[in-house]
């Protein structure tokens, strides 16, 4: 038995068109139009379903009324000589009477109840001679004048803004922790040279020698430290 023929209207009726630059989303349009007497369930498949993102992708569309379907194709590298062979499938069944789950529908449909449409996708760049629409140029401008605080972009600059303040403060709070250490261990180190000053005409016993050379590695290695931070830190401040 043949299908029945799409009840729905569709418009474009045969091809979706995407106007590039494609660096960025770009979606289209499509309408669905119900001029029957019944609800109608309707579905929307496509055969790259990695390339597009559709909502709503499915639904109801009760009788004398119209769905609008963004059909957004994801940013990849445009190549003319590629000719795009992507299709999407507009598929539709009337809505029983108090229905309750569609999805109970969709699963129990005999496929003689099924319409479809079919739409291929066509891609285009946009010529250098096009001009380009005086509102969303003023738009651009005003946005990147003054960015909004609603704007996700400005909301992630002011987040790492604040996450690189936090990051200097405990870069401030250990250089000052290892400053005290420092000068700690030259107290210390300057103590053990005193007592070893006084004890010149006597021998150096062998643990004295190996403390004093103990102190001047540890303070040798503290000074590492402390100037591999400042590094970072002033490095962190020019950024």
Known sequence: MARLEQVLVLEPQNELRFRGPFTDVVTSTL????????????KVKTTAPRRYCVRPNSGVISSGSSVNVSVMLQPFEYDPNDKSRH??????ILAP?????????????RPEEL???????????????DPIPEADSTQTLSSSASPSKS???????????SMDDEERKKI????????????RL??????????????????ASSSQAV????????????????FFIIGVFVGKMVL
Do not use: H, Y
Request: glycine share 2%; aromatic share 6%.
């Open 31 to 42: 309408k669905l139009t119900n001029p029957s007497d019944r609800n109608v369930c309707f």
């Open 87 to 92: 299709k999407f499938m507009v598929q539709s």
């Open 97 to 109: 009477d108090n229905m309750e789950d569609m999805e109970a529908v969709w699963r129990e449909a």
């Open 115 to 129: 319409m479809d449409s079919k739409l291929r996708c066509a891609f285009e760049m946009p010529l250098e001679s």
């Open 151 to 161: 704007d996700p972009a400005s909301q992630r600059w002011v987040f790492s803004s």
């Open 172 to 183: 401030l709070e250990e250089f000052k922790r290892l400053q005290a250490e420092v000068q």
């Open 186 to 203: 030259e107290n210390d180190n300057r103590q053990i040279r005193e007592n070893n000053g006084l004890r010149r005409r006597q021998p």
């Open 211 to 226: 403390a004093s050379l103990q102190g001047d590695s540890m303070t040798g290695r503290i000074l590492c430290i402390v």
